[in-house]
């Protein structure tokens, strides 16, 4: 099972683009990669997820350059309400059979 | 609505008392795990369960017991309750692939 490694904290200001890199040096090629959110006291919320170049939707992109090996989350001009918890996943996809193992995560600060 | 939804969200108890955390899904996903999650140690996997009758341990199994009888529901089960099983725990489900997975409310258990 890849293993992640994530920035313990991070700091920004709102309005301000916030990127947050993960490294998977052991991904295989049937993982894919997805990002979470936890406010405190709540279950995680799925972000994005993708396996390889660049993923948007309405709230971050992902960008994973063509080895895999790391991937980063980025975050157009946060605010206040995008201080949580950012954790980064890899998983197979091929057959499900690895459910979603969660690392330390990446605490992040918004600050005014 | 889609939704995990988990029973009770608050619960206090005294060490070996049997007890059962209850975890429902509407989304007919055949994924379910359970999730504890303590100050500094991030979210970690107890058991999870890839379809009906099938469950497989996580990374911190011990002292927890785990049932999939039906297709929405997945009991947590802790038979003799102990002090250091106070923690929050996060019931999630998921389709068969790594897709999107939904996490339900949590439940704070304390035992004294």
């Known amino acids: 099972l890849a293993k992640t490694t994530q920035p313990i904290s991070m700091d920004s200001y709102e309005g301000q683009e916030v990127n947050i890199t993960c490294s998977h040096n052991?991904?295989?090629?049937?993982?894919?990669i997805t990002w979470y959110q936890q406010f405190p006291s709540q279950g995680p919320r799925f972000i994005i997820q993708?396996?390889?170049t660049k993923v948007t939707n309405e709230v971050a992109s992902l960008f994973i350059p063509a080895d895999r090996k790391s991937s980063t989350l980025s975050l157009p001009r946060v605010s206040l309400s995008d201080t949580a918890v950012y954790y980064c996943l890899v998983g197979d996809i091929a057959t499900g059979r690895r459910a979603l193992t969660f690392g330390s995560g990446t605490r992040l600060q918004v600050q005014p | 609505e889609a939704q995990v939804t988990q029973n009770p969200r608050y619960l206090i108890t005294v060490t070996g008392k049997k007890l059962t955390v209850t975890c429902s899904q509407n989304m007919n996903h055949e994924y379910m795990s359970w999730y504890r999650q303590d100050p500094g140690l991030g979210l970690r996997q107890i058991y999870y369960?890839?379809?009906?009758?099938?469950?497989d341990k996580g990374d911190v199994p011990e002292g927890y017991k785990v049932s999939r009888k039906e297709k929405r529901n997945f009991p947590l089960i802790l038979e003799s309750p102990s002090p250091n099983q106070t923690s929050l725990y996060f019931c999630a489900s998921r389709p068969q692939a790594p897709t999107e997975a939904f996490f339900g409310q949590g439940t704070r258990l304390t035992v004294v």
């Open positions: 052991n991904i295989a090629t049937n993982d894919y």
């Open positions: 369960s890839m379809n009906v009758e099938v469950t």
């Open positions: 993708g396996y390889k």
